[in-house]
């Protein structure tokens, strides 16, 4: 198995509910999201993904919460305890995506996970258990 890791950043506001402290006011992070995917087999140039095709992959991903307020993008906009915009959630919601984003062009690889850090110390990772190519 090859795992590959993608490594970039976008800026966006959110505020939680259902939670008592300074995070339930609108504030701002930096967010850096690690993405990594994972397959058995290269391509003819021995790559499992083409770093740039990732790249592009991620960004399309990324795109509507670059410079958003989290909280109004629809998934994130219901009281469900998964579309409150935390951490742990915008991890899931990138993971997601990004696993039809490249079920759609890629056979064979997989998005094994997808670390989101909010800051330079505290970050979280979403994965999925028991997944097969």
């Given at each position: 198995?090859?795992?590959?890791?993608?490594?970039?950043?976008?800026?966006?506001?959110?505020?939680?509910?259902?939670?008592?402290?300074?995070?339930?006011?609108?504030h701002g992070h930096t967010w850096v999201v690690e993405v990594s995917v994972v397959g058995r087999e290269l391509d003819d140039a021995g790559m499992l993904i083409d770093f740039k095709k990732l790249k592009q992959l991620i960004a399309k991903t990324i795109e509507e919460l670059d410079h958003s307020y989290i909280n109004e993008i629809l998934y994130f906009n219901s009281d469900s305890k998964y579309s409150n915009p935390t951490a742990e959630n915008l991890a899931r919601y990138i993971y997601e995506n990004l696993k039809r984003e490249l079920k759609s062009v890629e056979q064979g690889i997989r998005v094994s996970k997808v670390r989101l850090w909010e800051s330079p110390n505290a970050s979280v990772t979403y994965w999925e258990e028991n997944k097969s190519l």
């Open positions: 198995m090859y795992e590959l890791t993608v490594k970039t950043n976008f800026a966006a506001a959110h505020s939680l509910r259902n939670y008592s402290g300074e995070c339930a006011s609108l």
